[in-house]
């Protein structure tokens, strides 16, 4: 097994969410893991969705019904997975990243539902602080208006 793969001290992550508690805002310093506990969050959701192992003590996933890739099931709590982690500009279309991000983003909003699960990495990280923050509080202002996941 690759050395970095194999670790004998690891830090294990709690996340928990409810209809009643579903927005988290994840903050830290540089290289704390927050974007490694996203990565974390969206690959066991769709590790669930399909049926496959999720390595937790315990583990209640919402059902996706659609995602990227359409999925049926049999219950559907989550209609739509979107994910947006580590995005860069687009040579081909002439668009920065501030530009690709501000784009996903508003596709993301356009398209959710109070189903919806929802996961940004780095909201707003094309463009200075204080318009991040702004651009931030706003997005976060309509998934809270939404109540998704």
Do not use: W
């Not at 409810?18 to 996203?38: C, D, V």
């Not at 969206?42 to 669930?48: D, K, N």
């Amino acid at each position: 097994m690759h050395e970095r793969i194999y670790l004998e001290n690891f830090v294990p992550n709690d996340t928990y969410a409810s209809e009643t508690a579903n927005f988290q805002f994840i903050t830290g310093p540089n290289m704390s893991g927050k974007s490694t506990y996203l990565r974390q969050i969206a690959l066991f959701g769709v590790m669930a969705q399909i049926g496959s192992f999720v390595p937790a003590e315990y583990a209640s996933i919402r059902i996706v019904s659609q995602c990227v890739i359409v999925m049926t099931s049999s219950s559907s709590f989550v209609r739509q997975l979107f994910s947006r982690i580590c995005n860069d500009d687009n040579l081909e279309t002439n668009a920065s990243t501030f530009m690709v991000e501000m784009r996903e983003t508003a596709y993301i909003l356009q398209n959710i539902t109070d189903d919806s699960l929802v996961i940004i990495d780095e909201l707003g990280r094309g463009t200075s602080t204080q318009d991040a923050l702004g651009i931030t509080y706003a997005v976060c202002e309509r998934l809270l208006k939404t109540k998704v996941g």
